[in-house]
Antibody
Framework: QLQLQESGPGLVKPSETLSLTCSVS??????????WGWIRQPPGKGLEWIAT???????YYNPSLRGRVTISVDSSKGQFSLQVTSVAAADTATYYC???????????WGQGTLVTISS | DIVLTQSPDSLAVSLGERATINCKSS????????????LAWYQQKPGQPPKLLIY???TRESGVPDRFSGSGSGTDFTLTISNLQAEDVAVYYC?????????FGQGTKLEIK
């Protein structure tokens, strides 16, 4: 059974960089048919897609976040990562990593990690 | 970007009854080359990640009870939950993948009346 697990700091100071990693187990991150994405959810609010990557290197970003966000993949470790620069209070959210099936729907999700932006 | 608007924002339905949630897209998500609608539905229970219920507007994900059904095409879609059970209390989201700027509806909160 495929499992995804987010990891990273739960508290980040404003203007700093948020860094998260998603570890994939029970399956290969190097599948040609799968893409890997990050979605976030502010407390009490809805879902916002952030970015998607394929192990081959193709990346896709939410235009509203482009310029602050970088997604990367380390196939040798079975991990993909997210960096968000110049964070502000509005970036406080639960961050989920998920698998895209063929860059379409998200069929597997991690449990999510709450990141709070505060000094 | 494609905007998805769900209605209602919340609803309360009696156990055993039917719940209907709508999702309207700002543009068609029907891919003409394969006649597939690029729309999915998710269920999110408190403290849990979203769970995929439906993809291609009407195809149930493996293991999802057949009480859940999706319908619609183009810009108008519906998620129907028949014979509502207590465990169906959740927030439901639609999501389009027609555009690689993936977007979700704002969510519909389903409660028991």
């Amino acid at each position: 059974q495929l499992q995804l697990q987010e990891s990273g700091p739960g508290l980040v100071k404003p203007s700093e960089t948020l860094s998260l990693t998603c570890s994939v187990s029970g399956g290969s991150i190097s599948s040609s048919n799968h893409y890997w994405g990050w979605i976030r959810q502010p407390p009490g609010k809805g879902l916002e897609w952030i970015a998607t990557i394929h192990y081959g290197g193709n990346t896709y970003y939410n235009p509203s976040l482009r310029g602050r966000v970088t997604i990367s993949v380390d196939s040798s470790k079975g991990q993909f990562s997210l960096q968000v620069t110049s964070v502000a209070a509005a970036d406080t959210a639960t961050y989920y990593c998920a698998r895209h099936l063929g860059r379409q729907w998200f069929d597997y999700w991690g449990q999510g990690t709450l990141v709070t932006i505060s000094s | 970007d494609i905007v998805l608007t769900q209605s209602p924002d919340s609803l309360a339905v009696s156990l055993g009854e039917r719940a209907t949630i709508n999702c309207k897209s700002s543009q068609s998500v029907l891919y003409s080359s394969n006649n597939r609608n690029y729309l999915a539905w998710y269920q999110q229970k408190p403290g849990q990640p979203p769970k995929l219920l439906i993809y291609r507007a009407s195809t149930r994900e493996s293991g999802v009870p057949d009480r859940f059904s999706g319908s619609g095409s183009g810009t108008d879609f519906t998620l129907t939950i028949s014979n509502l059970q207590a465990e169906d209390v959740a927030v439901y989201y639609c999501q389009q993948y027609y555009d690689t700027f993936y977007t979700f509806g704002q969510g519909t909160k389903l409660e028991i009346k």
